[in-house]
């Protein structure tokens, strides 16, 4: 049975990504949501190791531009957080593996929610890493129903983004945090 998102309870989409395995959600502020090329010059400094190597990392997730247009098309918003805690400031593997359950638990709500709302647009964090190797750009992305671009490829300032949604984006020392959303129509 497809839902019109326009008719939606955000307090059952928070229970659900709670319930999915998240730290934290709530509602996302669309007003938060303001596309900023300086977040996608940082992309191209390429610390990910991605940029220009992926369908769903710039340039191949198209333009700031095209994903403010795109965006404009929801009128709300889920914001869903993984927090992970560490043991010290390098606590690399438990930030691998927040980072791993954060992926994981957002694709599992993406897919539960799918069917229920006619149109969602998914952003994740970190760049899409279904494949071992991206067929960028000699090919079509091979699950374009199942990739995901980051909220940073699509322009937004993350901290800023939950700042505005009044969600928290620090959540103490020896933290490390997470954030994905999905917009509904």
């Known amino acids: ?50 940029y220009n190597k992926n369908w769903r990392c710039p340039p191949g997730c198209g333009s700031v531009e095209e994903a403010a247009q795109r965006a404009a098309e929801y009128s709300t918003g889920v914001l869903v957080q993984t927090i992970g805690r560490l043991e010290d400031d390098f606590d690399y593997d438990t930030m691998s593996e927040t980072g791993e359950k954060h992926k994981k638990n957002f694709a599992a709500l993406v897919e539960k929610l799918k069917p229920r709302y ?13 494949c071992e190797t991206c067929t960028y750009p000699d090919a079509p ?9 980051s909220m940073e490829a699509y322009g937004l300032w993350v901290s800023k ?20 959303c999905c917009l509904f129509k």
Request: glycine fraction near 6%; charge should be negative; aromatic fraction near 6%.
């Open 1 to 50: 049975m497809t839902c019109d998102a326009r008719i939606y309870d955000m307090d059952a989409l928070v229970r659900e990504a709670l319930e999915t395995g998240f730290s934290q959600a709530g509602e996302l502020s669309m007003k938060a949501l303001i596309f900023m090329p300086e977040v996608r010059e940082m992309c191209s400094a390429d610390k990910c190791r991605q």
């Open 118 to 130: 006619a149109d969602i647009l998914p952003m994740g964090a970190g760049t899409c890493s279904i």
């Open 141 to 149: 992305c091979r699950f374009p129903e199942k990739s995901v671009s």
């Open 161 to 180: 983004v939950c700042e505005m949604s009044s969600i928290p984006y620090n959540n103490g020392p020896l933290t490390i945090t997470y954030t994905s």
